[in-house]
Each structure stands twice: as C-alpha cells, then as structure tokens.
DNA sequence: TTGATTTATGACAGCGCTGTCGGTAATTGA
DNA sequence: TCAATTACCGACAGCGCTGTCATAAATCAA
C-alpha cells in the first residue's frame, strides 16, 4: 500500500498542491467545483495528510499536552478523576483534530518545573492544560509560561486577574445544596469543612453560608465543624457533631470522603441514614454510588471541564486571540438516598 | 527567547549539522572530544531538536499509541486498569525517548475497526499498543495489521504462534496460588471459574487444577462452581458451594470481583473469615484492599505488561528485527488477610 | 465596455532536520 | 614505510507539507 502524497493527489485532480493543501485545510477562496474534484481524489487516493511535514511547515504541532498530578504516586485511588479528565480533553481534541498527550508527573518532586519545561521545549504542543493541584503550583505555572506555549489552568486557587482558566461554580452549587437540604424541611444543617489548604472547598464553606442565609437560617459555630478531606476526620467531625446537645439533622460535607465518614459513624451510633440523618457531600466520586445508601453529592464536571480547557486553547489558535473570561461549568446535584424530608 | 536551530549549534561548536545531529541521536563515530564540544554548545544555547522536522526527515514519528477499551462506555470502574496501564507504557516511552497517545474506544462499536485504521493512517505512530478486550477481536487486529504498523498485543486470547504480544502467566500463577492455599492446610479448595468467554480466567481455572494436582488434591465437581465474573455471580456460587455436605475450607475465585461476592456471602452466613473459610481472589483490583478482611490475590502486572509492550516496540526498531518471542510477565501472589491456615 | 476589485489558483521557497555518500584524517598491519 | 583499512566529518538533497506572493480569472461599478 504505497502511501499517497499531496503531489498524487493534485495530479489526479489536475490542481497544484497549494490548491489540495487548502481543500484539507478548509481554507476559504477554493470555488466549489474544484474541492469536489480535489475530494474526490483525495478519497480514491485514501490520501493521508502527513503530519510531521504539516507540523514542520506551519509550526504547529496540532497536539494538546494534558499535565496532571501521578496518581501513582500515592496509595489513594484517584484513577477516576484521571480517567474522566481525559474523556474531556480527548473529545474536545477529537472535535478539533488535535492529539492528546499525557503527561502525569509528581507534584511534590522539586524538579518537576525544570522537567516540564524541557518536555514542552521538545514537544512544543501548541497548548497545554494544566490540572488541579498543579494548577496551583506557582513554580509550575510560572516555569510553563515561561515557554510561551499557551496554558489554560482547570480549577486554580488564585487567579490573579487571569483569564486563562476554566473551573466550577463551587460555592453557587453548594449553595444550592445547602437550599435543597433546607427545603426539605432542615432547620439544623451542619457543614464539615475540608482541607483549609484546599481552594475550592473554602467556596464551598462560602456556598454553604450563602444558602443558609438565602434559606433564611442562622449560621451557628455549633453546626461547624472541620476536617482535612479524609474519611477519618469525617468521623471525628460527624462524632462532634452528633454528640452536641442540639445535633444537626442534615450533615453536608465539603467533600465525599467526610461525607463517607460522616455515614459510618451515623452507622456505628444507631443514627438512621436517612431517615434520622441526612446525609451531602460534594464531588461524586465513585464511592458515592458504592456505599450504601447511595450518597446525595454534587458531581464535579470534569470532563467537562478539560474538554472546555482544550476548547479554549483550540478556539483562541483558530481566533489568533486569548480569551478574555475564564470559562465556568457549573456542577450539579446528584440526589440519591442520603437525603430525606425531615419532619420537624 | 528565540529558540535555537541545529545551525546555531553547529555554528557555536564549529562543526557541520550533520555532527549535531549525530551528537544528538547518539550515532557512533564521533570523536569524544567533538562529542563534547557540541554537548557544550547544545547545553549553552539550550537547543531542542525540532520533533517535527526529525520526525519527516527520519521517517518516524517517535510516537506510540495506547489503544484500549473506552471504559466511560460502561459504568464499571476499570479507571485503576488503564491508569496502571498508562503508566507502564509512560515509563517505557521516557526510557527510549518516545511520546505516548492514549486511545480509548469502543469495544463494540461496529466501525471501531475502520476508525483506528483511519487513525493509525494519519497519526502513523511508530508502534501500537493494543490492550485486552480489543486485543481478542480479529476485526481491529487485522485492520492495525493492514495498516503496516508495528503491533504489539497485550493479553490476546488466541495467538496463531505469532510471538508479538505480552502477557502474564496466569496458568501457573493461579497453580502456585492453589499451591499455596494447600499448603496452609487446606484439603477442600473450591474454584469459581469465571465468564466463558473470557481466556484468562480459563487459563486460570487450569492452573488451579495442576496446583491441586501438585498437591496431592483431587479435582471434583463438588469443588468447582461457574460465574461471570461479577459479584452477583461469585455471590450465587459461594452459596451454592457453601451449602454442600461437605463444604470447602477454602475458595479460590477466577477473579476479585467473585471473590468479594463469596465474602459477602460468607458475612451473611456468619462464616468467618479467614477462620473459617479461606478466600482468595485474582487481579488485585482496588476493592481487593479495601474490602474487609483484605483479600489474598494475584496481582496483575499489567504496568510491567505495559512496559514491556512499548519496550518490544522501540527494541525492534532500533533493532529492526522483530522479537521471536512473546514477553511474559509474571503475576505475583499478594497474600492478605483473607487467607490462612486450616487445622484439619 | 473598461478599469478596479475581488476571488481563485499556482510557483516557489523554505520549515529543521536526517540519510546518503564521498572525502579526509587517523590507525593498522606487514 | 606504505597501502589498506577504519574512524570521523561534512556537503547535499530531500522529507511532504504550508506561507507568501504573483498571477489569472471572475466579478463589479460606472
């Protein structure tokens, strides 16, 4: 099967090269009659563009790098959070022919900048996304910028004004958590709050307040209570918590590990999950589904979330232009048994 | 930062392109002390080599592609699958200098085998590798094949005598497992075979009837059970195996997730575990640790597997000869809690 | 109809490397 | 010592495309 070239195919088609090259590109200024001829042609040929020579010539690489933090690195399952961050990236690269190329590396390790920075110099894709809690390394972002290769980040910490981002609406979604609790008939709803290191899950505390305000409840220090984002310190919390005088009867933590935590130890004091308790967390990880009964939680888009990052790195190549707004996609509640009406 | 080309270097360490490019590839015949001189230059202006323009003048695109089941096409969680596996075919392609593209499809697409055709045609990556399922389906091995580019499989079910493909050794793995659990006593080990279908766990169900060989055991009927390899299926079979006159002190099942069904069941019939009853599991999923007692398995070394894969690949190349044999890579044992010694 | 635009196409020069091959310098053997 | 190697290095021609620019054809305005 010997491989056609540009030169086979304008020569089938009676056309120059110059003319194929802009009927595979899809570049304007090529009369109807003679991309039909050129297509043709190209279909009889099963003619293939060649990458490498395209790249070369247009010095573009056509492909995305997609950074994220190794999860092999550690003991804890984040497989899923891996997998679904690539669904994203690869579907919007799909739309917009471009190739994907991962590239998780660890977090913690100190040369990590200087490494990541010779990646691109040699890869020289033409973006890159940069996942959380990378995002968030100020060495790595800086030392990525410093390649000039476009960067959007997926769920920064700090922002600085920059548009180049794309993350969630934490604190409006648990906000609307925190109402849906309220609606159902909560007066005493308690939030365990997560990681004081961790971003996100500070906007969720903020969200939490929002929708206790908007619910027209009291915030009280007494249904506060915080953890570091481990299942562990979801129990101890969940045990503060119920053991209080006047004990919350919906518990919503800031993310699904305290959330599981919070139901274990429900569990272990007799506390009917959901009927005597219900029961939020904030995530959707595949635990969520697992346990039983099925966790109330907010999902995380994900994939939605990279698929916008490479879409925005895509587009503003097309529009020779950055964006100007970050891009936000909101999460969602996903309601399942660990939350219930309460009869006051 | 203007990037500097092989001219730049050339020009700074007094020598033609040609030799930069040597110094770069590693290429013999060059004089140590030239060698040297164009370290120097490359290091001091920071020179990349242009992957796109190696890749057109080399006629190798230095890129190998992971192909594999799309696992957001079901809701099972084999996220922890294709991270071990990303990860192996990562560290093969950082040792010999190659990029990784990820490739999720779907397994029962009908046009799954026209589109990597397609795929393969544009990208054409030096390599491929191709992950079970999709490593048993004629369909998409013949149309990889067609396509002329180096295949490598990984776990195949049939293999027609050709040695490109990797896999583990379940057969005597799964023996030296039955071996084990014989040695701890056992007299009565029962074996869940798994879905029909599916070539490795047949292969396991062999090695679990040499290792009672071995042994000194007698294979029965009243010791071997079907499933499906879900937890349904391991549920249905413990208890029918456990209900018998003369129940089994130990159960091996074809895999982790009909293991952790026996487990369950064992629970619910207030079976203690390990005992009173053995059980023992093979993939070493996730579940497999978490799961309480933790589950005696097999671990499969699909990163090594992986690995090796990629390392085929790039070794045949530089080579160019194609490997004579396949890779096996050897499971290991992971004895936990769910095992132990049976007093007679 | 004619000149001024606009649209469509092609000629040509590279993009930054590697493969080939030929030439010169260093090394060996007798 | 001198050929016969062998080690080392460079000139040169592309790899298969795209960008630029010139040119031809079509369209438009008056």
């Given at each position: 099967m010997p491989k056609a070239t540009i030169d086979d195919v304008a020569n089938l088609a009676g056309v120059s090269i110059k003319t194929v090259s802009r009927v595979v590109n899809r570049e304007p200024n090529v009369r109807e009659q003679t991309r039909?001829?050129?297509?043709?042609?190209i279909a009889q040929?099963?003619?293939?563009?060649n990458k490498a020579a395209r790249n070369l010539a247009s010095h573009h690489s056509h492909l995305i790098v997609l950074i994220y933090d190794d999860p092999s690195a550690y003991e804890i399952p984040s497989a899923g959070f891996i997998i679904r961050m690539q669904e994203g990236a690869l579907r919007a690269c799909r739309k917009a022919n471009y190739e994907l190329l991962i590239?998780?590396?660890r977090y913690r390790n100190k040369n990590v900048a200087v490494e990541l920075k010779a990646l691109i110099e040699q890869i020289r894709p033409d973006g890159i996304v940069l996942a959380a809690p990378l995002s968030n390394v100020p060495r790595v972002v800086r030392a990525i910028e410093e390649t000039g290769t476009p960067l959007i980040r997926v769920s920064p910490g700090k922002t600085d004004g920059d548009p180049l981002y794309v993350s969630t609406n934490d604190r409006e979604v648990s906000c609307e958590m925190t109402r849906y609790l309220a609606s159902l008939g909560h007066k005493r709803i308690a939030f365990i709050k997560g990681h004081p290191g961790h971003k996100a899950?500070?906007?969720?505390?903020?969200?939490?307040?929002?929708g206790l305000e908007q619910s027209?409840?009291?915030?009280s220090d007494e249904l506060i209570a915080a953890?570091?984002?481990s299942i562990r310190s979801g129990e101890a919390a969940a045990l503060e918590l119920l053991e209080r005088r006047d004990p919350p009867t919906a518990i919503f933590a800031a993310n699904d590990d305290m959330a599981a935590g919070v139901?274990?130890?429900?569990d272990r004091l007799g506390i009917k999950v959901p009927d005597e308790l219900s029961v939020a967390g904030c995530d959707d990880i595949a635990l969520a589904q697992q346990i039983y009964p099925a966790l109330t939680t907010i999902n995380?888009?994900?994939s939605q979330m990279t698929e916008a990052a490479v879409l925005m790195l895509t587009d503003s190549q097309r529009k020779k232009k950055k964006p100007d707004s970050p891009t936000i996609v909101p999460g969602t509640l996903k309601l399942r048994e660990s939350t219930t009406a309460f009869a006051n």
């Open positions: 039909e001829k050129v297509e043709n042609a040929l099963n003619y293939r563009p590239h998780p590396c899950v500070g906007n969720r505390f903020r969200g939490y307040l929002d027209g409840l009291a915030a953890g570091d984002n139901m274990r130890v429900a995380q888009p994900l």
